[in-house]
């Protein structure tokens, strides 16, 4: 009688190393930093720990969806987070605008508003630590103080809980007027503009690292905040974005260019280019700026190469050495252009496919650039 044949399985049971306990402890805790990230990439702001809840500021003032030009692309932006009429934050007995925000060379904070009738004091600071002045801690990369009563703007820096010297300048804003301020991140200072006009260059005492905090407070209301930008070297090209992940994007319909820049003595000229015939660089759109005869040029190339005959009305809505935005919307009908929000023209299309045959863009001549964004629909 045959038995049947049991094989035997032997087992070795290896201690649980500690090595082991480390690798699950990475694993989990990477897991749990990717849904952090994801949660938090949906958030509006963010929670301080024991603290109140801090919006992020913007980066862009587009009614939709926004590409933001970085580099020599545009980059996928979204919604913007917040409304576009700032909110205040309650902060320790206190109401006033806050936001989580850090500064890079190249970027321009905006903030636009109205003075109140009574106003004293308008604070702006830049901090780092806590969006709080306590006493003799914390650090102010940059504080810009409008003094009503002194008729002056102050203009200072905390350095290890210890104010420094406050330089100051006439102030240019007046009660229940509007201003505009913006403040540029330079190589080495802050170039810093009320009213599109440049009052006074901040150099560095404290770097952009330092910064964690926007805040804006004390006799006034705030209508826009955000803030965005890069160095763009200028002649500056660029393709417009690929909404279908295409090579090579287009200006859509109802699509708008916005751009803030800031205009000198000398022309400069925004081109729009065919991406089709981009060998014989067939312009679609051109403007122009000349100061010496305050015109603003627009004209286009036919399909077959020719100029069409320039059109120089409109007025001149450009000021030297001023800074300005401006937006160019593709529409059916043209492309519209509005200048520091009020309506300039409209170009009518020098093509039949408007939706397809702006393709790319490019700014030269003399002037700066600060932001560029195409708005969607």
Request: with cysteine; proline share 5%; charged share 20%.
């Amino acid at each position: 009688m045959n038995l049947p044949h049991f094989t035997t399985v032997s087992f070795e049971i290896k201690p649980f190393h500690e090595s082991h306990y480390r690798h699950i402890s990475r694993m989990f805790g990477s897991v749990i930093h990717s849904v952090c990230l994801l949660i938090f990439a949906f958030l509006p702001g963010f929670y301080a720990p024991e603290g109140p809840f801090y919006p992020i500021l913007d980066q862009h003032i587009c009614d939709g969806n926004a590409f933001i030009a970085g580099g020599d692309k545009f980059h996928y932006s979204g919604r913007r987070r917040n409304d576009i009429k700032p909110s205040r934050t309650y902060l320790y007995q206190q109401f006033p605008y806050v936001w989580l925000k850090q500064m890079a060379i190249g970027q321009t904070l905006f903030l636009r508003g109205k003075v109140n009738s009574n106003a004293d004091i308008i604070q702006v600071a830049l901090m780092g630590g806590d969006p709080v002045n306590k006493g003799d801690s914390g650090a102010t990369v940059l504080e810009i103080k409008f003094m009503f009563s002194a008729g002056q703007i102050g203009f200072n820096t905390k350095r290890n809980g210890k104010w420094l010297d406050e330089k100051r300048i006439a102030n240019p804003l007046r009660r229940g007027g509007t201003f505009d301020l913006s403040i540029h991140a330079k190589e080495d200072l802050f170039e810093i503009r009320v009213n599109k006009k440049k009052v006074y260059e901040y150099y560095y005492i404290l770097g952009l690292d330092y910064i964690n905090y926007i805040i804006a407070q004390y006799d006034m209301e705030l209508d826009i905040a955000y803030q965005s930008g890069q160095i763009f070297p200028i002649p500056y090209l660029i393709t417009f974005p690929h909404w279908d992940w295409k090579e090579i994007g287009e200006l859509r319909l109802n699509e708008a260019i916005f751009l803030v820049g800031e205009s000198a003595y000398l022309p400069f000229t925004i081109t729009i280019y065919d991406e089709k015939d981009w060998n014989k660089n067939l312009v679609k759109f051109q403007m122009t700026v000349d100061f010496d005869e305050r015109t603003v040029s627009r004209r286009a190339q036919w399909p077959n190469g020719t100029w069409t005959e320039v059109e120089n009305g409109g007025g001149f809505p450009f000021e030297t050495g001023s800074e300005f935005d401006m937006s160019i919307k593709n529409t059916a009908a043209g492309l519209i252009l509005v200048v520091d929000g009020k309506l300039f023209v409209m170009f009518i299309h020098r093509t039949e496919k408007p939706g397809e045959d702006y393709r790319f863009i490019e700014f030269s001549g003399a002037m700066e650039m600060r932001i560029l964004n195409i708005c969607g629909p």
